[in-house]
């Protein structure tokens, strides 16, 4: 079966660090993506690793390693606006091309 | 601007009713998706479809249904056989056979009357 795994909660102060982290299970991986989510709205498209490694975009960072079947979201200099859920998401080839969603970890950024 | 446009943003549905939620990509994808959320659930998907005239059930394809009669639309219809069918609908559209991200339309919450 599939099954991604990621925390409910998480709360950090601003200008911190945070990591967010996701370990999944899948067969015929294609690759993991991270979105985030403003409460009522759609997800928007945060990254996107296939390869083992750290891709780095702006204040946004995320890892995987495919053989341990594990991912994180790295979030520098966080500002309140970050405040949102961050849904960890893997694309897999098992059934066709479908991509199955953790349900998310709601991240609170306080002063 | 390019874009998916759902409609409507909220939709409210009486007992034994059917109703239809919208989507319209004028992306040009190949690919669509309709997804439920539920709180504190993660994206759940409905049905999605690679090409036109061609759509295959998700993992909770029970009490809708949906066609793709052109590439841009994707409308699903919640029957009267979903009998919990009060959540938040995202419908998703991405460039097929390949390893694109989805982008994602703005909602509908349907609730039940």
């Known amino acids: 079966g599939q099954n991604i795994d990621q925390p409910t909660e998480m709360t950090a102060t601003e200008g911190a660090i945070v990591q967010i982290n996701c370990t999944y299970q899948t067969s015929g991986f294609n690759g993991l993506f991270w979105y985030q989510q403003h409460a009522g709205e759609a997800p928007t498209f945060l990254s996107y690793?296939?390869?083992?490694g750290l891709e780095e975009k702006g204040r946004f960072s995320s890892f995987l390693s495919r053989s341990k079947g594990y991912s994180y979201l790295l979030l520098k200099e966080l500002q309140m606006k970050d405040s949102a859920s961050y849904l960890c998401?893997?694309?897999?080839?098992?059934?066709?091309?479908?991509?199955?969603f953790g349900a998310g970890t709601r991240l609170f950024v306080k002063a | 601007d390019g874009g998916i446009t759902q409609s409507p943003k909220y939709l409210f549905r009486k007992e034994g009713q059917n109703v239809t939620l919208s989507c319209e990509q004028n992306l040009n994808h190949d690919a669509m998706y309709w997804y439920r959320q539920d709180p504190g659930q993660g994206l759940r998907l409905i049905y999605y479809?690679?090409?036109?005239?061609?759509?295959q059930k998700g993992d909770i394809a029970e009490g809708y249904s949906v066609s793709r009669e052109k590439k841009e639309s994707f409308p699903l219809t919640v029957t009267s056989a979903q009998k919990n069918p009060t959540a938040f609908y995202l419908c998703a559209s991405s460039i097929e056979g390949s390893r694109e991200k989805l982008f994602f339309g703005s909602g509908t919450q349907l609730s039940v009357l």
């Open positions: 998401a893997v694309r897999s080839l098992a059934g066709g091309f479908k991509t199955i």
């Open positions: 479809s690679q090409i036109v005239n061609d759509f």
């Open positions: 690793n296939v390869l083992d």
